[in-house]
């Protein structure tokens, strides 16, 4: 009889498993992909029934979602000079002309300094206050561990009118700083319970022996505890980034020019005629995920945890 180990998977086990996680991707990114694609249709295109999956890819969408456009009378088009870019040539086309930049570069920043700015914070100091949770007799610890997990636990709408009233009351209606302060609150709960069970993991040996060698307290926890916890303030910032920038609710009721960001403003992207223009909210969207994607991508060597955090085992 051949030996069977009962924790080795099977090559059977093996080949379903993998069929059934590239069946899951694929599923998973159809509607991504329809996205992208739509970006590089035509009006038409985008509407057409049934869907069309081969067509002639154009820059259309990209040109109406940074540009605002008019239509002049024929008489007035045919008075104008030849185009002489490519996107005024695009515009040309179908009878429009750029009056001006549209609103969605600045959108578009508004979510980078407010998601990042709020990312930082909620890390910065969910990491301090996790050290402390960790590896000091903190009075009460249970009941501030519990309260601060509490205040994840109701929607955002239970608070949704006090928090408008203080905000107008305070100043900080449509500011990048009060939309920042509140990201940070909102996500605070989230980097302090992640980070806390992060550095309960690493063997508090290393800061004892930091501490003999005539480190001071914040030295061992500056060199010695955050580099050991780094996959852990990775995987938390991309968790409380992808909340900040994606959040609508707060967006929509504190924010409607200097600070609002580019959830809300995406679905009022229309077209001349009226009606929603689907090639430039289909390219806003797509723009939309690069930073997440590419902030994901630049810490995922910090994602994948290591068998441990180190050679001191208890």
């Keep these: ?63 109406n979602l940074f540009t605002t456009q008019s239509r002049p009378s024929a008489a007035d088009l045919a008075k104008l000079p030849p185009p002489t870019t490519w996107y005024d040539k695009i515009t040309r086309e179908r009878g429009m002309i750029i009056s001006g930049p549209s609103r969605f570069g600045q959108r578009f920043l508004n979510s980078v300094i407010i998601g990042f700015g709020s990312t930082f914070l ?25 309260f601060i997990l509490s205040t994840r636990m109701m929607p955002p709408i239970a608070v949704a009118i006090p928090i408008y009233l203080m905000f107008r009351q305070l100043g900080l209606s449509d500011t990048h700083l009060g939309m920042i302060l509140l990201y940070t609150a909102v996500n605070l ?41 780094a996959t852990g303030i990775a995987s938390t910032a991309i968790f409380c980034l992808i909340f900040a920038w994606n959040e609508y609710a707060f967006a929509v009721l504190l924010t409607s020019g200097n600070a609002q960001t580019a959830p809300p403003f995406i679905p009022t992207i229309l077209s001349v005629g009226g009606g929603i223009d689907w090639p430039a909210v289909a390219a806003a969207a797509t723009l939309f995920l690069l930073p997440v994607v590419i902030f994901t991508v630049l810490l995922r060597k910090h994602l994948l945890r290591g068998i441990t955090f180190g050679a001191v085992r208890k």
């Design 189 to 229: 709960s989230l980097s302090v319970w992640l980070l806390k069970g992060f550095i309960d993991e690493i063997p508090r040996e290393y800061e004892e022996a930091a501490l003999i060698d005539g480190y001071t307290r914040f030295q061992a926890f500056y060199k010695v505890v955050l580099p050991q916890a």
């Design 122 to 146: 909620s890390i910065f100091l969910g990491t301090l206050a996790a050290y402390a949770f960790s590896r000091f007799r903190v009075p009460l610890k249970d009941d501030l561990l519990f």
């Design 1 to 63: 009889m051949s030996a069977h180990s009962v924790t080795e998977p099977s090559t059977a086990s093996k080949w379903l498993a993998g069929i059934l996680v590239g069946l899951y991707a694929v599923i998973t990114l159809i509607p991504l992909l329809w996205i992208i694609s739509t970006s590089f249709k035509s009006g038409p295109d985008s509407i057409s029934y049934p869907p069309k999956v081969v067509f002639q890819p154009t820059l259309e969408g990209y040109v």
